[in-house]
């Protein structure tokens, strides 16, 4: 069993849709990520968590909110969906415990905002 | 914010042929990952390096921490068509990035059957 995954994993929605996009992990991590993948640029990262309901901002984190309300699931929000939002999503955890921030990636959710 | 250059951005090659591809940063880290994604799938850890010229390898990947703590390297010796995906690097320093790492921009590996 995948110790990190992620529902749904591919979404078509329409602009000004509320859409939300959960991860579970089973890996007893503390630390959770949202990263989004667009072409050509990498991962950035959306919104992170070192603990439940503990929430800090990424570098992108306009038009996504988040929600830790339990050690093992980490929820990402678009309230309201814009098409320039359209992208792959990718949730992460990393163990506390790890100085050098090993992280471990969920499938991935495949967003398309029409 | 901080980003990685990583090059190059894609390569179609030969099945057989060795590939190289490098990451180079403004600053010094600490640790430096190389993740692979295979099609449809999220990244997955391939090498880790924790030490400035260390020198990894994990099978037909080798991977090496620069001197200058600022650049890294993946080589894939012999490639063959399920080395096919996106590469990142990834970089880490506790102190000015806390507990999140900086990415590349990744580098796509096509390979000729």
């Known amino acids: 069993d995948a110790d990190v995954t992620q529902t749904p994993r591919n979404r078509i929605t329409k602009t000004g849709k509320r859409i939300m996009l959960e991860c579970s992990q089973t890996k007893g991590h503390d630390r959770m990520y949202w990263y989004r993948q667009d072409p050509g640029l990498g991962l950035r990262l959306i919104y992170y968590?070192?603990?439940?309901?503990?929430?800090n901002k990424g570098e992108i984190s306009d038009g996504y909110s988040v929600s830790r309300q339990a050690q093992a699931k980490f929820s990402l929000s678009l309230e309201s969906a814009i098409p320039n939002q359209t992208a792959l999503y990718f949730c992460a955890t990393s163990d506390l415990q790890d100085k050098n921030n090993e992280q471990f990636f969920g499938p991935g959710t495949r967003l398309t905002v029409l | 914010g901080q980003q990685l250059n990583q090059s190059p951005q894609s390569m179609f090659i030969q099945e057989g042929e060795d590939v190289s591809m490098n990451c180079t940063s403004s600053s010094i880290f600490n640790t430096w990952l190389w993740y692979k994604q295979d099609p449809g799938e999220g990244p997955v850890l391939l090498i880790a390096l924790y030490k400035a010229g260390e020198l990894t390898s994990n099978g037909r990947l080798t991977a090496q921490f620069g001197i200058t703590r600022k650049d890294s390297f993946l080589n894939i010796s012999a490639s063959i068509p399920s080395d096919v995906g996106i590469y990142f690097c990834a970089g880490h320093k506790l102190r000015e990035y806390g507990n999140k790492l900086v990415f590349g921009a990744g580098t796509i590996l096509r390979v000729k059957s």
């Open positions: 968590s070192f603990d439940v309901k503990d929430i």
